[in-house]
């Protein structure tokens, strides 16, 4: 089993940044791809971006490219959102997941271990 823990969200204006922690216990993920995905009021969960093992391959949301940046510190057992000029429509709550594939990790199902989330607000 693998433990994730979200940290980081908060209320944040337009234009402005935030950093997301994704610390992970139980299993060293070192071998494992990750991702962040968010859920807004009456959507569906959406992928945001994803990262491979090595850190070599990194995956964005058309909606998010050029403002995020994912990254991963396999030491630490912790995964990275930098995220930049946020808009309002990023407001969700933020969840990292870890995926024991290769393939098609930008897909919610490769998941196989998530975290309760954090909230992301950005006023306009």
Do not use: H
């Amino acid at each position: 089993q693998v433990q994730l823990v979200e940290s980081g969200g908060g209320l944040v204006q337009a234009g402005g940044s935030l950093s997301l922690s994704c610390v992970a216990s139980g299993r060293t993920i070192s071998s494992y791809s990750m991702g962040w995905f968010r859920q807004a009021p009456g959507k569906e969960r959406e992928f945001v971006a994803a990262i491979n093992w090595s850190g070599n391959g990194r995956f964005y949301a058309d909606s998010v490219k050029g403002r995020f940046t994912i990254s991963r510190d396999n030491a630490k057992n912790t995964m990275y959102l930098q995220m930049n000029s946020l808009k309002p429509e990023d407001t969700s709550v933020y969840y990292c997941a870890v995926a024991d594939t290769m393939i098609a990790i930008t897909t919610l199902a490769r998941y196989d271990y998530w975290g309760q989330g954090t909230q992301v607000t950005v006023s306009s």
